[in-house]
């Protein structure tokens, strides 16, 4: 199981996250995200969330108003894909608390510690619920206590 | 306790940068929302502004400035703004103590960094510094970025520091430790050969999540190179049944897989735990991996009772999927079910056919990709029974507006490959057939204006149906006349020329090479004239000067079409059609093979627009149109000569001008009240003047007094009612260019077989020999019987000089088809399914197979290899079996040696060169072969000499090139030959200066 990418696509077709897990370059990674947008956004509720693009598949969920967007291998399990996507959708939202688009627009940089603690270059890393999130806490943690200590000395 | 200080207010307000940190990243990111609200331009200035701010504030010393601006940067680069220009400050955020800090900088760094040398130089010590930091979250950090950014230099740099971390205390960081190890893996593929051991003890950890990283790595590495890991499948079988874990087993499921390719026995243990697993799991996703597992490892023979069972028992858990309800589990169903139904044809019926009909819904799903994916085993659904029901159902598909243009093109190639199907076996009746042609015809090259497709599918439909109609017609004798009958009325029709005149390149050549069979009820010869006319009289409306509301719309079309290709189609149709158009005078007025004088005119009329059309021609710029008409053309013209009735013809072209003179002037009065008729009364002329010409047909008297009224000087006075001789020429020649050789459907196959004319360009073309055989072509076609009759032998020579011409065809292999094509169209009077002998198609089929394995090996060559791209392609030919060894030690110590030889080299050179002189001198002295002897001698001896030398100088060199030499033997043996190239030459290196 290995992920290419994951973009997150909000109703209106902007890129609210990207995280690209292969080499690439600026201009394709600028057409695939246009082709995407396009693709899924035509696409109606109740079609399936997988699509075949390129020699990859596109396994997409919406949650609200933002869509999450995985590429992966064309014989990777495309369920376990959409487990993925559920699943730090469930951890981000324990880490905001309530997650919401505009969450991620501003805090866009916990969307990614929580995703690097999820996945490690497109692995799975940790298919742990709890672990995750204590991972993310934990640095977070570390960052506010070393503020603390920084105010205390 | 620091929980709540994370939660509150009270602690943003207490941070002193955080403060300014958030509120200048929330400013950016609420100035680019406001600026997309106005305009494009003033978002582009805004960001503009951004990073020129960014670019001062990463100038500062400040480390949180600057840390601030490379966040802001990644943010920017979600935009598509390009961020390698600040990758060095990106390091030095990176280098910071402050953990926050360094947080943002690894994330800067995994989005931005990619291969720059003098950056990963700086990055490698960094990560060093990182991996052994005492603390395990920074040690995290520089995991994850490693396995981002890992690059070929940096894998080998870093290798030793990973590996370590695989046996840290805490499991945090071994599960990252192994996935980082996977790329460096990737890279650097040494590593895995001296670190295999070590990656198998991880599936003995403690921690559950190391163990899951270590199997996602493993199956990662099997995808590439199975072999490895054979050995330890007893081990991963016991993972399997141990774990309760869903993601894990999917896992290991995968790698089962891919480990089947090289171990076929696993199958007798893993197939029942598997069989095990699937029925008593609830999760869809581990159902689908079971089945897909199952069938991927081809663990089922279509040939055993049993295995079908299992596969009974797949098509029903797939069942499950699809009562569900859910789109996404239909699409996995169905995936499912495609390789079910691909390893299992008969399983289609399976309880009453339920996966027939299943497959036909999600045919008819509104979802395309769904549809799409159905689609593609559309063929296993055929069969006698359900040929014209399905048909049916995917037919409905081309209609206007119901699915895209590049679907429809798929579906078209499907319904025609699946009538094809076993030799065209499964049609009911070929009528019902072409009437499916026809539709497809109508639905997707002549739709309404505003329906039509897109010029590139037009183009590959029509030339798919083009082959169709051309096959059909091939093969199947009894439906020829039905095939011109629809193709006719596709070649008057001005808008297939306009729309897709590919489909007309293989019409043009279907309707002139069966021309005798086309039919029609009314007049057989009338439908010919009237294509004739269509097709090629231009002279009309160019003496009329019309320009709109043509007469003859495609004539007009087709002088300026631009399709060379259809062109040079045309020109030898025409001919065909003219030829058949004569004989068909000849056999329906011929008396005692003579003509009327009227009916000669009237042939004579013809060929005179016929060489008017071809006149169009003469100056192409396309070669082979050029060339084709400008030939014909002198053979015509002597026709026409030879009917010598000039004069006459002369009349009957201003009669006829004069004729759709008054037509079009009385449609005009006639348009004046209906504007919008324009295409439609062209038509109907057309067939005002068809009919009048089929008339002409029609026994003599009736008709002759029509034309004397409508043009009663022509005819009735100046006509002599003779009979003429029609000249050879016409009746005889022109038909044997088109039929002494009846043309044989032949298999690619046997086409294949027919050995590719050598071509010999030096010697002379117009030997005796091939004036000989003019000869003989001669009097073939001016008496064909005679010259059959006689002697064999003649024959003989015949096919001996053209055996290599590359204008014929071998005649021993289509010799016998022929006959036996012959035979089968007088027996079978039209049975309902006429099948051509199957031999042929099983052949073509063979063929199909050997060209797909071709493509497949070409494929890799194919292939670029992209630069920047981190892929497994280094795994490839990965063998373990190869003993560890340091390429980089050995081509070191070669070049050591190299270098310490080429110091001594150039002494010995100047000693050897001294010896060289004097040894010419001596050749030039002394001429005696005994003298040249003792010089040779001499010269060996001093060789010997110098080798002995060179021996006790460096001793110890030369023990080193010794074990150099074992080493290339030890590694000659290795299969992989990315590792033997740069050893071997080395060797040659160091032998090239030894000698």
Redesign the interface.
Known sequence: MSIKFLILISRQGKVRLTKWYTTTTQKTKSKITKDLTTLILSRRAKMCNIVEYQDMKIIYRRYASLFFVIGIDNDDNELMGLEIIHRYVEQMDKAYGKVSELDIIFGFEKAYYVLDELLLDGKVQESSKKEVLKRVLNQDDLEGSEEFDVLIN | M??Q??SSNV?AR???F?LSFEKS??DL?KGI?QHSKESSESLAQFLDNAIVECKNELSSNDMETKAMAV?KL??LE???F?MSWCNFHILEVMSSN???IK??GY?AA??SF??EKDLLILATNQFKKDLNSHDH?HI?LA??GI??IVTPNLSKDINDDVLMKLNHTKP?IR??AI??M??IFLQYPESLRMNFTKVIEKLDDDD??VI??TI??IS?ISKKNPKIFVNYLPKFFRILEESK?N??I??IL?LFSCLSKVESRMKKKILPSIIDLMVKTQA??LI??CI?CIL?SSMLSPDSSRDREVAELCVEQIEKFFEAGD??L???GL?ALINIVESFPVLIKFKGSWVANTIILCITN??L??K?KALEVYQYLINDDTMVDYTRVILKNLIPGSVPDTLKYDIVVKILSSGAMNNYGHIPSFSWYLSVLKDIVTLTLLPNANDILAPEIREKIAVELGKEFKNLSIRIPSIRSDILAIISEFIMNPRILDDCPSLLKDLYWIMGEYIDQLEDEESTLGKKIQLFNCLVNVRVDRVLELNDKLNFEVARKLVNHENTEILTVLIPFLVKLFSSIVSDYTNAYGEQGQLRHKKVVELAFDLDKLVYFLGCFENHLHYEIQERSLSWLEFLKLCFESLDVAEEVKKMEIEEVEYYKNIGDEDEDEDEGEDDEGEESSEEEQEDYIELSSEDEEPKETESEEQVDENPQSFAVEIPDTLDTVPMLLTHVLPTFFKSYDLPPISKSSQKSIPPPEFDLDSEINSPKFELFSDVEDSDTEEEEPVEVKEEVKKEERLERIKYDPYYINDTTSKPKTKKKKEKVESTEIPEKKVKPKKIKKEKVLILDVEDEEVVTAAPVKKKK?L????SSNLDNFDLSVETSTEDDIDLSALRNALEKEKVEVKEKKVKKAKKKSKSKGKEAKDTKQDKDKEAKEGKESKEKENSKETEDKEGQESQDSKETEAVNSHSSSPSPGVVVPVKKSKKKSRAIIH
Not at chain 2, 868 to 871: A, C, H, N, R, V
């Open positions: 620091s929980i200080f994370q602690l207490l941070k002193p955080g990243l929330t990111i929302r966040l990644a943010y979600m935009y598509g390009d402050k953990f926050q947080r943002v994330l995994i989005q990619k291969n979250v995290g995991l994850s396995a981002t945090y599960k990252k996935l980082a996977y790329k559950n999540s899951n990283a996602n790595v990662e874990n993601w894990l999917i896992r995968k869809s996703s689908y991996e897909n991927s789109p996404n239909r699409y996995m995936l509104d979802d990709i769904i799409r992209n920047l791209m981190i892929d």
